[in-house]
């Protein structure tokens, strides 16, 4: 059915919003790493899981919202999506403050897998050269602020869009 009311009309570009938002920031944290080569912390990696599984939950919503599904299944679905966004607030806050030296981070945080070295002659060059990357130190500012600090920020506008959009009727 292809009409659909003014509600779920804004409830469907709404989660088609996010998805293709969640699914954009993922994607330039990608690029970063497979096209910039910066290689991620184990802070990084963590600071994606939010938006991987938010990602296809809002495609699932706006789906969802296009095909009139009742307005509380939806409604549920952003306000999970604006959960994501909270945590994925919460670890991208955690991150910037190690990085500014306000709290410590993780002890482990350099024990990231890497490339690995399929050259036996220069395996050990490779080990020598090899540098984890660590949690306290942000490999890239950009107008001051860190990739954690440009995700905090992502992810708080994105979780007060899924909550807006979520208390529409």
């Not at 963590?46 to 307005?71: C, D, K, T, V």
């Not at 939806?74 to 500014?100: N, Q, T």
Request: with cysteine; proline share 6%; net charge neutral.
């Amino acid at each position: 059915m292809l009409l659909t009311t003014p509600t779920s009309s804004f409830h469907t570009r709404v989660a088609l919003f996010l998805a293709l938002a969640m699914a954009a920031v993922v994607g330039s944290a990608l690029g970063f790493e497979h096209i910039g080569g910066y290689i991620p912390c184990k802070l990084c990696l963590e600071q994606r899981w939010p938006y991987y599984a938010g990602a296809p939950l809002m495609a699932i919503a706006a789906l969802g919202a296009w095909r009139q599904l009742p307005p509380l299944i939806i409604r549920s679905l952003l306000v999970i999506g604006a959960a994501l966004m909270a945590f994925g607030l919460y670890l991208a806050i955690y991150h910037a403050g190690v990085e500014w030296g306000f709290w410590p981070g993780p002890t482990d945080c350099a024990a990231v897998a890497t490339d690995i070295e399929t050259d036996a002659g220069n395996l050990l060059g490779a080990i020598n050269a090899s540098h984890p990357p660590s949690c306290d130190k942000a490999a890239l500012r950009i107008l001051g602020l860190s990739m954690a600090g440009w995700n905090a920020i992502a992810s708080l506008v994105l979780m007060m869009v899924a909550i807006k959009a979520a208390l529409n009727r």
